[in-house]
């Protein structure tokens, strides 16, 4: 027989040494020429240790971390109705192991490296059982998730569930390290193929296979590290270097340390004349189905997310060699195509270049998604998937239909997933002239609730997109008429009257007209009344005034936690002014900044501070003190202030990595307020601790709500917000009734051991951050006589927008509201 010349040349090629296998690659490549076109030589040796493939050794990484996972099986159920030949059914599967080297192949692990063991011999033991009817999916759902151990073997099972006589279930469960959903599909194609022969005592002649799955392994290795892994490598590395995005979608609960794999699926339909309009779009556009899904889903998780660089995981079979079409083994190959996007870009838009980067990315399919991932050194997370979080899979060809075999009719058998291996997975799916899709979904992450809205929102992005591609991605519709109704009407109509004659200054002068000697304020065992609290307010407000304070100017304060922060807070707006918190404890340089991008007119500080703080050349600044200003009159200023003017400003975090300020107006503040009156009622029995540093919104309230209606305000000395066991103390001796908490120091406060003896405790109001459910539970555990309140809500927004009463309902996720 004659030798094929160009298999000898690569037979040679990758047994060089790796320096000459480079240099002839780059002689190949300075011709033009592509070694991809050369077949596929096999050069094993008896006795040497058989590499695994790169996808192969991203599999044996994951099983390690969770062996009892069934995230990675490969399963495959058939329903066989009529007499069943079971000597017929395992001669076909002992020609398969014997034809296919994947299906008797075991790994090993030893000092040197991970390597693959071709056994001479394999066995398939038929595992046969009888089962009901009734449970015959909950026992197909077992078989599939059954571990396997992939250093013992088989890495193939086969189960025969017997219904009846004449109706049998066959499952087929492999794992992926040795295979992949073509495989699956060769797999059962040849098995009929041997069972229609053997069951009428025929021999099967199935053509030769020209090399085996350890082969492409060897190969692949060669070609890659000759050169080809660079070539392919600097066109991924150019579109996808830099920060790694992690998707973070509305989930119904927090991302996990580590994932589970737990997962569920939804089917979805989509009706006919939505897909008649999807096949007219491909058409108008160019670009095929396959694009056009691809496109809409990225869309989708813009519109979901408001991230503008999306970043997908696609499979591709990876099966562009003719030597590789009827092998079974792990192929597949995972590519990530990046969609770039903005609110302004339309479909359109996104259709072109999500064809660009799809053509591009096949142009450069070769490079293992394994490769990528050491390459680019995303940082790793247990949490989530490296590189993308989702999936998207479409199949252009439909499912197999029912088979006939003498005496038998095979249908494949659906069975409910219960794995997930990404946050979240489209799989789309053309028939004739339909198409299905199916979304499967950490169950870690989303309840199925909101799984079924997603599924609705994007079928609605697909309608709003056929209508009209060339609308801008911002303005494509998700919600349908009920929902818009519900969130922008019912949900919306939050409008109360409220009392305006009077702000928020004014209403704490109301109080003090009516209960002049009653307590307002407590700091280190020092109280004032509220007629105290005024007249020392009121003094400096007219010093204010006559340094030029009125409506809209800002007044800079940098003090520490004390009386005389509360006193120049209710100055300033008693002043007309609106204040501008400076924490003493930031960082020079932030403070430098939030002075000169305020422009405030004037600074109040402690005479301990004022020469630590980075005071601009020529601005005034006023020292604090009980005995301060006792020149000014007490009498209210009665400044006449518009609901328009500010009150206080905020410098936030920012997102261009500089604070930003965020301004509130009296109006705003009144109302916010109000509404806290309303729903969580103070009266002159409560007492509000207020520990919240001032440069935070929640400080807002925590200030000026107890003393517009009559309770009492206490000040936690400066740090003892940080202390559990202080703030114990604290609530205990001066019978603090209402608090707030940022949930991590919720947290912490919940494993303060005396915690439990906070009986006069009646409010505890957490924002912030996520509330977890362990959190809540805690204290309804230790605090039962305590109401516990989680809000949300932007500092632009006066403080809060949203607000849930916590209740014992055994919710995975603590609301924030609607």
Known sequence: MLSNPNIDLVSRFLRLPLEQ?????????SRGMSFAQLPIASIREDGRKLPLSYAQERQWFLWQLDPDSDAYHVPGALRLSGQLDKAALQ????????????????LHLDAEARTQEVLAHGVVEIAESAVDEAQLKARVEAEIARPFDLQQGPLLRVSLLAVSEEEHVLVLVQHHIVSDGWSMGVMVQELMQLYAAYSQGQDCALAPLPIQYADYALWQRGWMEAGEKARQLAYWRELLSGTQPVLELPFDQPRPAQQSFRGARLDIALEPSLVAGLKALAQGEGVTMFMLLLASFQAFLYRYSGQQDIRIGVPIANRNRVETESLIGFFVNTQVLKADLDGHMSFAQLLQQTKRRALEAQAHQDLPFEQLVEAL???????????????FNHQANSPAAAQQLPGLRVANLEWDSHSAQFDLSLDTQESGDAIW??????TDLFGAATVARMAEHWLSLLRAAVANPASPLHDLATLNAAEREQILAQWNATARDYPQGQWVHQLIEAQVQAQPDAPALRFNEVSLSYSELNRRANRLAHRLIEAGVGPDVLVGLAVERSIDMVVGLLAVLKAGGAYVPLDPEYPRERLVYMLDDSGVKLLLTQAHLREQLPIPQGLETLVLGESAFEGYSDANPGIALDGENLAYVIYTSGSTGQPKGAG???SALLNRLHWMQEAYALDASDAVLQKTPFSFDVSVWEFFWPLMTG???????PGDHRDPSKLVRLINAEQVTTLHFVPSMLQAFLQEPTVATCHTLHRIVCSGEALPVDAQQQVFAKLPQAGLYNLYGPTEAAIDVTHWTCVDEGRDAVPIGR
């Open 21 to 29: 296998r480079q240099q002839f690659y780059q002689r190949l490549q």
């Open 91 to 106: 001669r076909s599967f002992d020609t398969l192991v014997a034809r296919h080297e994947s299906l008797r192949t075991r």
């Open 377 to 391: 050194q995303p940082e790793r997370s247990l949490s989530h998937n490296p590189l993308f979080q989702v999936m």
């Open 437 to 442: 899709a199916s979304l499967t979904y950490a």
């Open 664 to 666: 509130n107006r009296h």
């Open 711 to 717: 309770s009492r305000l206490v000040v936690a000395a």
